[in-house]
């Protein structure tokens, strides 16, 4: 028993050395064994408190210690930087005066900016939005926290702001976390797509299938004439309503991504470009191609078939707005934020600014025989390969981003 006891006491011994090593000040309550063990600061030296009590916390042990008090509050936001870099929300740290001091990845990326240039401007510049339309700067005005307030300008979502305020009481920092709900929109979207497809796939699929087969069946029977009409209007128009279902189930119901590590500059050069070449001679279109070296060392996780189908759908959509003699369109890959960013532009005469934002819903199309369907399944493609795609357009031309998460080749 004795020998037990040295063994418990040598043990307390350690863990009260293993405490005193560590560099804040701490306390740890384990109600379930009464126990509580508490490390603050002494007049003259740093001194570890243990108590044992049944259910019961000493008073002298309820400490109000903050473990990083002692930090300059700019090295607590580097810490936390790459830990909210895993957020998937936006969150921004500003002062009382709205300058930036911490921007987390997911809001530099989606705001479109180099998330270190925006340290130390202010947030304006970050969201481009006025500053009575900024949540953040009315928290700052009103001295006051904001709980998950709906945000409806260009972004839609819901923002919550904490503060942390100096020993006076002024502000220090305004916390802003900002959840987007446009992903959660386009879900819902795609779930009454869903649900339509799935109609149309029972409903129109089936007899189309058999009206075609019974015109197959009677042309022996009917004069050479009827049946040219069959073969050169019937029959090839119910194969393309028969097309546009598939390629509306194909938006609306997950299809299965065979994905493979490539490396998206020569993703570009070679299979795309090889692709691309001989249609753009043909319609009289230069492509050029700028593309950054740095991505030489990182792969992407993608169908290449897939992504081959994404951009011939740009190209295609490209020459059918074509109105000059000679079209140019430029392909850019750019390591952005740690992803690939795709740009796609040509000097066409631009998407008006009344419909730019319909051009990814299904069926909306301004050409007399499109379907409406390309640019949807575009956008489907890339979000199953987890990334993003977006348009901007004026009078001078078009430009679509794609961007995809990358990793570094493993040969490095």
């Known amino acids: 028993m004795e020998k037990k006891i040295e063994e418990l006491e040598k043990e307390v011994q350690f863990y009260k050395h293993f405490a005193q090593q560590l560099p804040f ?38 400490l109000d210690i903050d473990p990083i008090s002692d930090l300059p509050f700019e090295k607590v936001e ?16 500003v002062d009382g005066n709205g300058i930036i ?15 270190d240039e925006m340290i130390g401007k202010h947030i304006r510049d970050l969201l481009k939005l006025p500053d009575e339309l900024i949540m953040t700067l009315k928290s700052i005005e009103k001295n006051e926290p904001i709980y998950n ?32 709900l446009n992903l959660m ?31 197959q069946f009677f042309k022996n029977e009917l004069p050479d004439r009827i049946v040219s009409l069959i073969d050169k209007l019937l029959i090839p128009e119910l194969d393309r309503a028969n097309g546009i279902i598939t390629d509306f189930l194909n938006i609306a119901k997950p299809s299965e991504v065979k994905a493979e590590k490539m490396n ?24 050029h191609y700028y593309l950054d070296e740095r ?84 956008r489907k493609i890339i979000e199953l390969h987890k990334g993003t795609m977006k348009v901007q357009s004026n009078e001078t031309g078009t430009c679509f981003l794609i961007e995809l998460p990358v990793c570094i080749r493993a040969s490095l």
């Open 149 to 180: 307030q709906e945000v409806l300008d260009r972004y839609y979502g819901i923002i919550n702001t904490r503060l942390i305020r100096n020993e006076d009481g002024s502000i220090k920092r305004v916390i802003s976390m900002f959840q987007s």
């Open 25 to 62: 000040t701490f306390q740890f309550t384990d109600y379930s064994l009464g126990m509580a063990m508490a490390k603050k600061r002494g007049t003259a030296e740093t001194e570890i408190r243990f108590d044992v009590a049944t259910h019961q916390i000493p008073a002298e042990l309820h």
């Open 295 to 378: 991505l030489n060392n990182y792969d992407i996780e993608a169908d290449k078939n897939q992504l081959l189908q994404v951009f011939l759908n740009l190209f295609h959509n490209a020459v059918e707005a074509k109105v000059k003699k000679t079209m140019r369109i430029s392909i850019t890959s750019k390591l952005h934020n740690n992803i690939v960013q795709i740009f796609f532009c040509d000097d066409g005469p631009g998407i008006p600014p009344t419909i730019i934002d319909y051009i990814f819903d299904p069926f909306f199309s301004t050409k007399e025989t499109g379907t409406g369907l390309g640019l949807s399944l575009s």
């Open 185 to 215: 929109k386009e879900t819902e979207k795609l779930a009454v797509a869903g649900r339509i497809a799935a109609g149309i796939a029972h409903e129109i699929r089936n007899p189309l299938t058999t009206v075609r087969g019974y015109l």
């Open 264 to 287: 998206i500059n020569q993703f570009i050069k070679e299979d795309l470009g090889i692709l691309l070449h001989s249609e753009a001679l043909l319609r009289d279109i230069e492509i």
């Open 101 to 115: 001091t911490l921007c987390n990845l997911q809001a530099a990326n989606d705001t479109g900016v180099d998330r």
């Open 78 to 93: 580097a810490f936390l930087s790459p830990i909210l870099d895993l957020v998937p929300h936006h969150i921004v740290f």
